[in-house]
């Protein structure tokens, strides 16, 4: 008797400039897994008839992304604490007897690049000047408090956005102005840009960054270039710097596990793979 090949996806929509089907993909065929990765477009008013019949055809899980991230966690039968905590889901897993977990990943992908690029920093290390106040961003504060993180002092655009996750997170996230990055970056360990600035296509990052200094690190989400001017300017400034593709790896690292059954490595070769056009 032969198993069913075990699915998994990415639900998105557009779904079609999404990496990780290669990367899943990559993962199989390394490590000689029986299984595929398929990306699939669904519209919002679909997606709890597609999440009731995925296992019906063989899906062990899927990835959720832009823009059912909120709504796969509302429609979830389990949801594991960071997933509650971050109010979003990017990962589930179809459940024995119906229905499925929603957990996400995103802060654990953010947290695990930057853990494992900058083996001597941690979150504990000191104050986290953190811009952006999005879905990224609330992962990431969520990871960072998680890990220890003694303070984090948050700016966005929209300053609402910021006073409202840090109500939600309680007293270690401090508001403040956007563009106050002099007392934002006095005395920080860690220097972490969740918006899009910077982004090819998007407007350059162009706050004052002079505040950063060589002993703290700093990393982009974005990674598209790899090497942000965010980056460049912090490096110019003799601080080390992690670019944001790491995160898009390693936050792929629980589901493929736990779908597959398999032993995931973030490692150079996914890196090329990743890049390749
Ligand atoms: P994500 O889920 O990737 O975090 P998002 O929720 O759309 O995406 O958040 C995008 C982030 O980039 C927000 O912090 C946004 O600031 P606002 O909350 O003020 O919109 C920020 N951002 C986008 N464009 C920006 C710009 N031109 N200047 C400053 N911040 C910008």
Redesign the pocket.
């Known amino acids: 008797m032969s198993k069913q090949i075990p699915l998994a996806g990415v639900i998105g929509n557009p779904v079609g400039h999404s990496k990780s089907p290669r990367m899943h993909g990559h993962w199989l065929e390394s490590q000689n897994l029986p299984g595929h990765y398929v990306p699939l477009e669904v519209d919002a008013q679909d997606l709890p008839d597609v999440l009731a019949a995925m296992p019906r055809m063989g899906f062990v899980g899927t990835n959720v992304t ?1 823009p059912h991230k909120e709504a796969a966690l509302a429609g979830a039968r389990r949801v594991t604490p960071r997933a509650r905590a971050i109010g979003a889901a990017n990962t589930l897993t179809f459940l024995p007897g119906g229905g499925y977990e929603a957990d996400n990943t995103d802060g654990y992908g953010f947290y695990a690049n930057l853990a494992q690029s900058a083996q001597d920093w941690a979150a504990s290390d000191g104050p986290v000047a953190l811009f ?6 609330r992962a990431i504060l969520h990871a960072m408090l998680e890990a220890g993180a003694p303070e984090i002092r948050l700016m ?3 300053r609402a ?1 910021a006073e409202s996750l840090a109500a939600a997170f309680g007293p270690r996230v401090r508001v403040l102005d ?1 563009g106050e990055t002099g007392p934002a970056l006095a005395g920080a360990a860690t220097v972490v840009n ?4 910077g982004m090819a296509g ?2 350059a990052f162009d706050l004052d960054l002079s505040g950063i200094r060589p002993e703290m690190l700093a990393t982009d ?1 974005v990674y598209t270039p790899l090497e942000t001017p965010f980056l460049q300017a912090a490096a110019r400034r003799g601080a080390r710097i992690v670019d944001g593709l790491g995160m898009l790896l390693w936050q792929g690292v629980p589901g493929f596990n736990r779908w597959f059954g398999g032993d995931a490595q973030v490692t150079p070769e996914l890196r090329e793979l990743m890049l390749a056009p």
């Open positions: 832009i952006g106040a999005g879905g990224a961003a966005n655009r929209t956005r956007w969740t918006t899009s600035l998007q407007p989400i």
